[in-house]
């Protein structure tokens, strides 16, 4: 059974940084791109970052200059580095893998989610 397990949120005064880990677990033969989703109330969930295994990244326009994501490939864990943040960050964050279990299929996978709140 693959699982991703979230750390990192909280709550921060505007300006303030968090740091946001995510770790696969199981039984996992490889993983493919990684990345950042959020979700604030009443809205879509929305791409954060994603990270390919090849270390290429991509960002929402949004978050592009504040927020580094990056993977250490060793743990199986990708963090997302947030820095100066804004109230409209405040969202659940949620981890995603494209992982092919052993002896299973390339597939998607979903964290449970961190609670992001900036506010003074």
């Known amino acids: 059974q693959v699982q991703l397990v979230e750390s990192g949120g909280g709550l921060v005064q505007p300006g303030g940084s968090l740091r946001l880990s995510c770790a696969a677990s199981?039984?996992?033969?490889?993983?493919?791109?990684m990345g950042w989703y959020r979700q604030a109330p009443g809205k879509q969930r929305e791409l954060v970052a994603t990270?390919?295994?090849?270390?290429?990244?991509n960002y929402a326009d949004s978050v592009s200059g504040r927020f580094t994501i990056s993977r250490d490939n060793a743990k199986n864990t990708v963090y997302l580095q947030m820095n100066s943040l804004k109230p409209e960050d405040t969202a659940v964050y949620y981890c995603?893998?494209?992982?092919?279990?052993?002896?299973?299929?390339?597939?998607?996978?979903w964290g449970q989610g961190t609670q992001v709140t900036v506010s003074s």
């Open positions: 199981g039984s996992i033969r490889s993983i493919n791109a």
């Open positions: 990270i390919t295994s090849g270390d290429s990244t």
């Open positions: 995603n893998a494209i992982i092919q279990p052993k002896g299973g299929f390339l597939r998607n996978y």
